[in-house]
């Protein structure tokens, strides 16, 4: 045989020598159509039932607890102002009175007398007082203070 | 034959079943001779077409149209195929060859000895080589196409289908040489 010949060439190898049987592709769509049914049912059936309640448990999970967080943030606020035991009840006012009270800055007698003492003559150096101002006192104070020297 | 541009436009007004028929009708010879030229027995290839159909009509509904749907369905009908020889795969041999082995006996084969020499040394091949041969070869797919269904770079195809060609083209002069 020729040793150059390139059976590749050849035109009639591209011809298809392969055979289906007869209607294999007529009635291919109708069975793809067929399987893929058959597939979504087995799917189907494969799932379990779910009851009502497993179905609702998110829901309800969630309202439970905007309940709680409801029924926490209620009682948080119902204690802090129930201050005024005798009428159940606490005004803005004595809320002030009771937030003044608990923040209410050092007067300037006992800041002197908590800070270093300044000379043996017991009198306030100034420059005790202008720390005393500048860090015990807030602006509403110095206003306040301005206000009733005016 | 209806174009891609028919079948998606039904596909997407609610006509499913309609489109998903189109398809098939338009496709399904081409598909299933590239897939039994790779696989040679001819129920393998039932098979392994329905299984292409049916990832077809499952990821129908995410085509986003970057591609046509003919090279889409001959990647997913080459995956599907290449993913088959593998399983089949024994013994460090390639897929196919016993099928290959049984050609001459084979009832739904028709070739000549030539055509027979041919599909026995294309059966040699490394599974995503012999694509590269048979798209290029027989489906006459320019390089550009076989890219995008391969999903591999036209200089490496174009380096793999030499390679492929002068394989088979050897391997049929050795078996054609010994019959004669």
């Not at chain 1, 129930?82 to 809320?95: A, K, Q």
């Not at chain 2, 309609?18 to 081409?30: D, G, K, P």
Request: a negative charge; charged letters at 30%.
């Amino acid at each position: 045989m020729n040793e150059q010949r390139d059976f590749l060439s050849s035109r009639e190898l591209h011809d298809n020598p392969f055979r289906v049987s007869e209607g294999y592709f007529d009635s291919l769509e109708d069975r793809m159509l067929a399987r893929i049914a058959a597939q979504d049912q087995a799917l189907a059936e494969e799932r379990p039932k779910r009851p009502a309640w497993r179905i609702l448990k998110p829901a309800l999970t969630l309202a439970a607890m905007f309940a709680l967080i409801f029924g926490m943030g209620y009682g948080v606020l119902s204690l802090t102002h129930t201050l005024d035991r005798g009428t159940g009840t606490t005004s803005v006012e004595d809320y002030a009175s009771a937030e003044e009270q608990m923040i209410r800055p050092l007067s300037i007698i006992n800041y002197y007398q908590t800070a270093e003492p300044a000379d043996e003559t017991g009198e306030i150096d100034e420059e005790t007082l202008v720390s005393y101002l500048t860090s015990e006192l807030t602006y509403a104070d110095l206003a306040a203070i301005y206000a009733q020297s005016y | 034959m209806a174009t891609d541009r028919e079948i998606l436009e039904l596909y997407r007004e609610g006509g499913r079943e309609e489109a998903f028929r189109l398809l098939v009708r338009s496709y399904q010879e081409r598909l299933y001779w590239h897939i039994r030229r790779m696989v040679l027995d001819a129920d393998d290839a039932d098979d392994c077409l329905q299984n292409t159909f049916l990832k077809a009509w499952r990821s129908l509904e995410n085509f986003r149209g970057d591609a046509q749907l003919y090279t889409w369905l001959y990647r997913i009908a080459t995956n599907e195929t290449l993913s088959f020889l593998s399983r089949q795969q024994t013994r460090g041999e390639y897929a196919g060859l016993e099928a290959a082995d049984r050609l001459p006996s084979d009832p739904w084969f028709d070739g000549d000895q030539v055509q027979t020499a041919l599909h026995q040394a294309i059966a040699k091949l490394p599974p995503k080589q012999k694509a590269v041969f048979l798209l290029r070869y027989f489906e006459e797919m320019p390089y550009e196409k076989i890219a995008q269904v391969l999903e591999t770079s036209e200089g490496a195809l174009k380096a793999s289908y030499h390679h492929a060609y002068e394989k088979v083209k050897a391997w049929m002069k050795e078996s054609l040489e010994a019959k004669y």
